[in-house]
């Protein structure tokens, strides 16, 4: 192997479909730079071997996914404001002694919506369904950009509540239970649930989506259906997959390792195609 060559790599379990080496490999073709990027599959109790096994090695940076995120925020030497947020690590970059964690998730689906999808965040209500790690990832950055309000809401009713106290003094976030937004409404309601991995959508009343607003699940494929096809039947405007939230925050992660910010609409167009 090339040791002047750069390598980086995603980890997770499961792997093989993962699109980030194919997203890494485009954005360093379209910049002229030489680096590799390769998916690993790594068992959470390998997680922690592994990674200083890489560093040993002199590897520069990696991207977490399922289900290695939280266990990556515990293993990084030192965090991002953003990761702290989120309790959750999706990026590594590589320092003397360790790894600096990060999270560029949040800022990945804030650039989607406002700057792919043209939709407005300040000013809006928004909703959030799920309380687990992905939804844990992006509320920070949501509610940077001063919506009206950012509702929270969940199966366990508890886990709103916690998130909710936590993030109060970042802006007017509430916890809500799927009961108790019967009445409500809201610009942009956000799916950031696993349950359409089981074909499911989460039990909500009817009549939540404003004129105008925009459904967005942080699946992409099959996982993101149910969901936006029940917003759909429900009379949203837009609907959107995160695909897109997807290139977005490999885009993030690329400039924190390389210093530049890619192109990315050329790539979201070929995975899309
Ligand atoms: P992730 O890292 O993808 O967020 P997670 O931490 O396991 O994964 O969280 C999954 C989220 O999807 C949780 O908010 C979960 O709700 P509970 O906290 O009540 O378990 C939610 N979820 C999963 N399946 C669901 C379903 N069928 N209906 C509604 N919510 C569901």
């Given at each position: 192997?090339?040791?002047?060559?750069?390598?980086?790599?995603?980890?997770?379990?499961?792997?093989?479909?993962?699109?980030?080496?194919?997203?890494?490999?485009?954005?360093?073709?379209?910049?002229?730079?030489?680096?590799?990027?390769?998916?690993?599959?790594?068992?959470?109790?390998?997680?922690?071997?592994?990674?200083?096994?890489?560093?040993?090695?002199?590897?520069?940076?990696?991207?977490?996914?399922?289900?290695?995120?939280?266990?990556?925020?515990?293993?990084?030497?030192?965090?991002?404001?953003?990761?702290?947020?989120a309790g959750a690590v999706n990026t590594l970059i590589r320092t003397a002694t360790g790894w600096h964690g990060?999270?560029t998730d949040g800022a990945g689906l804030v650039r989607d919506l406002v700057a792919?999808?043209?939709?407005?965040?300040?000013?809006?209500?928004?909703?959030?369904?799920?309380?687990?790690?992905?939804?844990?990832?992006?509320?920070?950055?949501?509610?940077?950009?001063?919506?009206?309000?950012?509702?929270?809401?969940?199966?366990?009713?508890?886990?709103?509540?916690?998130?909710?106290?936590?993030?109060?003094?970042?802006?007017?976030?509430?916890?809500?239970?799927?009961?108790?937004?019967?009445?409500?409404?809201?610009?942009?309601?956000?799916?950031?649930?696993?349950?359409?991995?089981?074909?499911?959508?989460?039990?909500?009343?009817?009549?939540?989506?404003?004129?105008?607003?925009?459904?967005?699940?942080?699946?992409?494929?099959?996982?993101?259906?149910?969901?936006?096809?029940?917003?759909?039947?429900?009379?949203?405007?837009?609907?959107?997959?995160?695909?897109?939230?997807?290139?977005?925050?490999?885009?993030?992660?690329?400039?924190?390792?390389?210093?530049?910010?890619?192109?990315?609409?050329?790539?979201?167009?070929?995975?899309?195609?």
């Amino acid at each position: 192997m090339n040791a002047d060559v750069s390598r980086y790599g995603v980890l997770g379990q499961p792997i093989a479909h993962s699109k980030s080496p194919r997203i890494h490999a485009a954005f360093a073709a379209s910049l002229n730079q030489k680096l590799l990027y390769e998916a690993y599959e790594i068992a959470p109790d390998e997680l922690a071997p592994s990674l200083a096994r890489f560093h040993a090695d002199a590897w520069a940076g990696f991207n977490l996914t399922v289900p290695h995120k939280q266990a990556g925020f515990a293993l990084s030497e030192t965090r991002s404001d953003a990761a702290v947020a989120a309790g959750a690590v999706n990026t590594l970059i590589r320092t003397a002694t360790g790894w600096h964690g990060d999270n560029t998730d949040g800022a990945g689906l804030v650039r989607d919506l406002v700057a792919n999808l043209g939709v407005a965040i300040a000013g809006k209500r928004v909703l959030v369904l799920g309380a687990g790690g992905a939804a844990r990832g992006i509320l920070a950055p949501l509610l940077a950009e001063q919506p009206a309000i950012v509702a929270i809401s969940n199966r366990n009713p508890w886990k709103p509540e916690e998130i909710a106290a936590a993030l109060k003094p970042l802006g007017n976030i509430v916890p809500r239970t799927h009961l108790s937004l019967k009445g409500d409404q809201y610009d942009l309601v956000l799916n950031a649930t696993s349950a359409g991995h089981k074909g499911e959508v989460p039990r909500l009343p009817p009549g939540l989506f404003a004129p105008g607003a925009t459904a967005y699940d942080l699946n992409y494929g099959p996982a993101s259906r149910p969901f936006l096809d029940w917003a759909a039947a429900q009379g949203a405007s837009r609907l959107s997959d995160g695909l897109g939230m997807l290139v977005e925050q490999a885009a993030e992660a690329f400039q924190r390792w390389r210093g530049v910010r890619p192109e990315t609409s050329a790539v979201l167009a070929d995975l899309r195609g």
